[in-house]
């Protein structure tokens, strides 16, 4: 289960870059709907990756 919230956070940190990236190139960016839902799927995954990772340790 550790490892599969380890993938899960990367999966949504790229899904939030790949929303960004798209955004731009579609010429969403004057719309914060998008941009704030790419930050958050960013944030959500580097927290779940972290957290999983510091569960992993032993320190």
């Known amino acids: 289960m550790k490892n599969r ?3 899960i956070g ?3 940190v790229t899904i939030g870059a790949l929303l960004l990236v798209a955004s ?7 719309n914060n709907k ?4 790419g930050l958050g799927l ?9 957290a999983a990772i510091k ?5």
Request: no cysteine; hydrophobic share 55%; proline share 0%.
């Open 5 to 7: 919230l380890k993938d």
């Open 10 to 12: 990367i999966a949504l």
């Open 24 to 30: 731009y190139f579609a010429g969403w960016t004057d």
């Open 34 to 37: 998008v941009l704030l839902s």
């Open 42 to 50: 960013i944030m959500a995954g580097i927290i779940m990756h972290v």
């Open 55 to 59: 569960h992993e340790s032993k320190y």
